[in-house]
């Protein structure tokens, strides 16, 4: 059993409240670690000159666009994840499978959507309500076997990797994690491609204020470890994880 799998036992343990979707959240990820083990993802070669350039420049090394998919073994995942959710949440599945359906071309015609940024959270739950939401985290679910290994070919020639933005330096996706390591520093997590990078503790990801008098947090009741970071200019905010007070960095 590997450490994720793990950490989601044991939560759903001490949160009984929540069994339900920590075991779903466990059979996803087994799913995707038997589709990331089960074959070869496109080629995907790394331009070292450009990605030294993009990184010095501020730019992410690729726009989700541009990254090669497999759209068959992308839609197989995607369809998969669906089945699971559908044995925990027949009624929701239903709604899902009514929005997929509602477009010309179906998934290939989302997938397209999502990865040009014109298939967003807020547009799906404007449309569908919650289950728009759960939409767009399926669709997410599916292209990040392949985004995650070939983030992780990048990530092997950024060396000391410096990057002082607030979004991904491969894919340019926004973090959606924020973590306090033990040492004290602060990383993202981008929930796309899993790269993390080091940010400033006291600023905010998404418009770079650091004016301590306008960023503030408050704990999470309840998840012993976790904070919400909130930025009063940009009315936004993260979900941070103290590590200190945790079993591990969440990359463990």
Known sequence: MDRNTKRLRQAAEKMPNYRAVL????????????????????PFQVDSAKAKIQIQEGFP??????????????AEYFFRLLELFKGKNPGQYAVLRKAVDSFPSGFERMLAGLLLNQMTEDALKKEWGEEGRLLFFFLTQSIKPTFEAQAKTWRAGQKDLSWNQGYCPFCGAFADMGEIRQEGKRVLHCYICATEWEYPRIQCPFCSNNNPE?????????EMGYRVDVCDNCKTYLKTADSRERDGSLDG
């Open 214 to 222: 306008t960023l503030t947090y408050f704990q999470v009741e309840g």
């Open 61 to 74: 090394y690729l726009r989700p666009s541009e990254i090669p998919l497999d759209s068959g073994y992308t």
């Open 23 to 42: 075991e779903l959240a466990e059979q996803l990820l087994l799913e995707k670690q038997r589709l990331k083990t089960r074959g070869s993802f496109p």
